[in-house]
């Protein structure tokens, strides 16, 4: 398998306008999450889902901020308009809830640049 | 709720020498406890995991963590040190039940020659 693929690795975009980050988690594994790292704030948590249903989505900033997941293998995180407050690198991760084997696999990430 | 600490945001060792990153974490439920490491400009990768069965747990290039429920850590070791292993770690802690693991702010592991 080739892991977790995000797209794009890098985004620099003006303030104001929309920016859609793509996921596609290991085939198989039913939870994703939507992580953000900043130098301030650390790893947190943006939003969870398991097999494709929104679970926990307590750590999105505000309504600027939405996350999509319409099929197993597929999700995106959008942020409209962006602010340059939301410079960060974006991780997607998955997992395979269910079993011992419940490690998260994460992807390259997404270095966001907002100008 | 779940909270993972990890002592020091920052630790230098020289070439060669032990490396300890200290990882405690609270859980009102055993825990599943995993160790990653990020290297710059990538993601996070799986070191090691406990689960359950035995406490000392061995993971990939020479770390190794023991969980010790009495203390409630779960501290990560290597006997040397090498210059490749420059990276930031992370300790994450997945109550039983849950399925959201908690990360600690991360330790910066620095070697020098």
């Known amino acids: 398998d080739a892991g977790v693929i995000q797209s794009p690795r890098h985004e620099v975009t003006e303030m104001g306008q929309e920016v859609t980050l793509r996921c596609k988690p290991i085939s198989g594994h039913n939870s994703l999450f939507w992580y953000r790292q900043t130098m301030m704030r650390g790893l947190e948590l943006l939003i969870y889902?398991?097999?494709?249903?929104?679970?926990?989505d307590s750590g999105m900033p505000e309504d600027r901020f939405s996350a999509k997941m319409p099929n197993a293998s597929f999700s995106t995180l959008k942020i409209q308009p962006s602010e340059p407050r939301d410079s960060a690198v974006y991780f997607c991760?998955?997992?395979?809830?269910?079993?011992?084997?419940?490690?998260?696999?994460f992807g390259q990430g997404t270095r966001l640049t907002v100008v | 709720a779940q909270s993972v600490t990890q002592l020091g945001s920052h630790v230098s060792v020289s070439e060669g020498a032990l490396v300890l990153l200290r990882c405690n974490y609270s859980?009102?439920?055993?825990?599943?406890l995993f160790w990653y490491v990020q290297y710059p400009n990538q993601g996070l990768q799986l070191l090691l995991k406990?689960?359950?069965?035995?406490?000392l747990v061995k993971g990939i290039n020479g770390f190794e963590a023991e969980f010790k429920k009495s203390e409630t850590s779960f501290h990560l070791t290597k006997p040397s040190a090498h210059m490749s292993d420059a990276a930031e770690y992370f300790c994450?802690?997945?109550?039983?039940?849950?399925?959201?693991?908690?990360f600690g702010r991360g330790t910066s592991l620095i070697v020098h020659p």
């Open positions: 406990y689960t359950t069965g035995a406490t």
């Open positions: 991760a998955s997992s395979a809830t269910g079993d011992a084997n419940t490690e998260a696999f």
């Open positions: 994450a802690v997945l109550p039983g039940g849950s399925y959201i693991p908690t």
């Open positions: 859980s009102s439920v055993p825990p599943y």
């Open positions: 889902f398991n097999n494709n249903v929104p679970i926990d």
